[in-house]
């Protein structure tokens, strides 16, 4: 029996039914302390992000310090600590794409959704806009990743209709 199932008023906003998937995900790993990483990346798949509160839980879990599954989760760039959206927005700005404009398309999207240099997430959690130092596609420059789709040669407003059309696809 769960917590939750044991004690539902406990936690009225949902959070110990929100555990109970971070129970199963360590329970397909075996509880192998090994399968850290694998146990973080479909945590993260989730929650959209690693919450302080579960990585504790899950050093608990697979009885590692906690202090380690932290470093784990701090080291790797993949992971984060903070909520993202549902939609990630990863605009190079390495030399190729800086060259090509890509401040201008970070400036209209961030104009587009109501972002600034330290908000970097919609107050709707749907896109998370981030730069990057390099993609690797420097001959595709300026180039904005969505969602794992790359966008070459991306403008500014290219880039705001990218945004337009998945908000159109939300609703």
Do not use: W
């Amino acid at each position: 029996m769960s917590v939750a199932a044991a004690n539902p008023s406990a936690n009225p906003t949902g959070t110990i039914r929100k555990f109970d998937r971070v129970v199963e995900i360590l329970e397909e790993n075996r509880h192998d302390p090994a399968r850290l990483i694998p146990v973080l990346q479909q945590v993260q798949e989730f929650y959209r992000y690693l919450p302080e509160e579960v990585l504790t839980f899950i050093a608990t879990s697979l009885a590692l310090p906690p202090s380690h599954v932290f470093g784990v989760a701090t080291f790797y760039a993949h992971f984060t600590l903070v909520p993202k959206g549902k939609h990630s927005c990863r605009l190079c700005d390495g030399t190729a794409c800086h060259v090509r404009g890509s401040e201008h398309i970070l400036s209209a999207l961030r104009k587009e959704l109501k972002l600034s240099e330290t908000k970097q997430t919609t107050d709707d959690m749907l896109f998370t806009v981030e730069t990057v130092s390099c993609l690797g596609a420097c001959g595709l420059a300026p180039v904005l990743v969505i969602d794992e789709k790359v966008h070459s040669s991306v403008t500014p407003e290219q880039a705001v209709n990218l945004v337009r059309e998945i908000q159109a696809n939300e609703v």
